[in-house]
């Protein structure tokens, strides 16, 4: 049995959360509700909240990435009907009394308390991708200074031009460049136009083990 905290990557999608807390020293486990065959590590398929619920105690620390769909101006132009499960996930989050985490994209910051906004950029990478972070359960974090955008973003689907950054969503040019940039060479497009880079919940996972894992241990 692993003597690394154990921690559920719910909605976990191809996995960039998932690598980003390996890398910060956490047995992660992963569950969505379609089959994902390029996840990196332990996969159960089945429903997020009903996971939480019957499950979610018996993880260290958790993470939810509850889908963007419904909070994306794009859909909601569209027309297109999605749940909204960020309360719910925090409902459930909240009764299982393990530290966590709720990721989502900028256009949900209404739905969630206090957000902390994270950006490629402060990583190294040559894109921004904020997303922001709910946190709960006693676990809180600082992020990284955001830095100012100085670089020029590309606009969708045309490659990037030299001197700017990427616009890695919808059918996006250049697949490889983007899995080097966010680090996720296992990734096809779809994982990667909707995922979280590694290196923010590495970020993460390592200031929760110097705060509510370290104070438990």
């Known amino acids: 049995m692993s003597a ?15 690598m980003g807390y390996h890398l910060a020293g956490f047995d992660v486990t992963g569950v969505d509700t379609s089959p994902q065959p390029r996840y990196p590590f332990r996969f159960i398929q089945a429903d997020a909240l009903a996971f939480i619920r019957e499950h979610g105690a018996e993880f260290d620390f958790i993470h939810a990435s509850p889908p963007c769909q419904y909070y994306t101006q794009c859909q909601r132009i569209q027309g297109r009907e999605h749940p909204a499960l960020i309360a719910p ?50 676990f809180a974090f600082t992020p990284p200074r955001h830095l100012p955008h100085v670089a020029p973003l590309t606009k969708m689907g045309r490659p990037r031009a030299a001197g700017s950054f990427a616009h890695y969503v919808g059918n996006f040019s250049g697949v490889q460049e983007a899995r080097d940039d ?31 894992l370290g104070a438990a241990a």
Request: with cysteine; hydrophobic share 40%.
């Open 4 to 18: 690394l905290p154990r921690l559920l990557d719910l909605y976990c999608c191809q996995g960039g959360a998932a």
């Open 89 to 138: 996930t925090r409902e459930a989050l909240e009764a299982t009394g393990r530290p966590w985490v709720i990721e989502n994209v900028e256009d949900a910051a209404d739905e969630l308390r206090g957000p902390v906004t994270l950006c490629a950029a402060v990583f190294g990478m040559r894109t921004y991708r904020h997303r922001l972070f709910e946190t709960g359960g006693g």
């Open 182 to 212: 966010m680090r996720v060479p296992w990734m096809n497009r779809d994982g990667i136009r909707e995922c979280i880079p590694p290196a923010y919940t590495e970020w993460i996972g390592a200031r929760a083990h110097t705060s509510v």
